[in-house]
């Protein structure tokens, strides 16, 4: 579970550097697990992705699923962008 969290992050920090943002722009991390023992040893992950910020994070536990194929992690990162965050105030 750690190289596929591990790998996803990679995956989304490129798609946002394809839109030139950075992980400092998440604003919200979402992970959906289906192994919580798994989401222990994946904290120094998240840490290496987000050394100096902290975005909000949720996660999902699928317990029992009775899925034995399949990711057993999956991630979503939300970035608000300050033009949006500006219209929305005004």
């Known amino acids: 579970m750690v190289e596929q969290c591990r790998l996803a992050l990679e995956q ?7 839109h030139g943002l950075d992980m400092r722009d998440v604003t ?7 192994d919580r023992e798994g989401l222990m040893a994946c904290l120094p992950v998240f840490r290496q992705f987000f050394p100096t910020i902290s975005p909000s994070m949720s996660f999902m536990w699928l317990k029992d699923t009775g899925r034995t194929r399949g990711p057993a992690i999956t991630c979503s990162l939300s970035v ?4 949006e965050m500006e219209s929305a105030v005004a």
């Open 12 to 18: 989304g920090a490129e798609l946002l550097a394809e």
């Open 28 to 34: 919200h991390f979402a992970c959906t697990i289906a």
């Open 80 to 83: 608000q962008q300050v033009d």
